[in-house]
T-cell receptor, first 113, second 110 residues
Framework: EAGVTQFPSHSVIEKGQTVTLRCDPI?????LYWYRRVMGKEIKFLLH????????ESGMPNNRFLAERTGGTYSTLKVQPAELEDSGVYFC???????????FGSGTRLTVV | GQNIDQPTEMTATEGAIVQINCTYQ??????LFWYQQHAGEAPTFLSY??LDGLEEKGRFSSFLSRSKGYSYLLLKELQMKDSASYLC???????????WGAGTKLIIKP
């Protein structure tokens, strides 16, 4: 079974630019989560999709962040415009139904300069 | 609110035993996860405790005391490959959201 795939693995952009991160969950996993770890701090929840619906987006830092999951398959997280404090590692995780077996992707390391 | 604390860094010797503690002050947690993360890689699942007590799985064991808000991860017969960050995370009963500690960097010396 393929794992959770995230693309790109690294991204370096200038402040003010736009970046789109992609997450392909494990096939059949309805739950998809985005987390972020900024330098030196703990991993923090951003949002949770159940299929294509946003179940909980309470962790989204501000309206520069937009997440979508069209068709309930892969998800994108767009940051527009990016700011320096957005730098960090963005993790995606998926799980099936009420299964607590989260599988994490390797993350996208975003550097805003 | 939710707050999870664990030591920033620990050092241990190859072949020895190390215990990584995690304390939390929270309401609404329904269990505690431990994950291992090597630099540049995804967090990988080690254990999940929902009931009080010790769960043993090979060289790794995890303990939970819900009344005390306390968990630990015990690593035995340490190997060099165990050098990694160990993350403690509580799962919210209401929405399955994970609340993470900042992680403990474990350094194994020969």
């Amino acid at each position: 079974e393929a794992g959770v795939t995230q693309f790109p693995s690294h991204s370096v952009i200038e402040k003010g630019q736009t970046v789109t991160l992609r997450c392909d969950p494990i096939s059949g996993h309805d739950n998809l989560y985005w987390y972020r770890r900024v330098m030196g701090k703990e991993i923090k929840f951003l949002l949770h999709f159940v299929k294509e619906s946003k179940q909980d987006e309470s962790g989204m830092p501000n309206n520069r962040f937009l997440a979508e999951r069209t068709g309930g398959t892969y998800s994108t997280l767009k940051v527009q415009p990016a700011e320096l404090e957005d730098s960090g590692v963005y993790f995606c995780a998926s799980s099936q139904g009420d299964d607590l077996g989260y599988t994490f992707g390797s993350g996208t390391r975003l550097t805003v300069v | 609110g939710q707050n999870i604390d664990q030591p920033t860094e620990m050092t241990a010797t190859e072949g020895a035993i190390v215990q990584i503690n995690c304390t939390y002050q929270t309401s609404g947690f329904n269990g505690l996860f431990w994950y291992q993360q090597h630099a540049g890689e995804a967090p990988t699942f080690l254990s999940y405790n929902v009931l009080d007590g010790l769960e043993e799985k090979g060289r790794f064991s995890s303990f939970l005391s819900r009344s005390k808000g306390y968990s630990y991860l015990l690593l035995k017969e340490l190997q060099m490959k165990d050098s990694a960050s160990y993350l403690c995370a509580g799962i919210m009963d209401s929405n399955y959201q994970l609340i993470w500690g900042a992680g403990t960097k474990l350094i194994i010396k020969p």
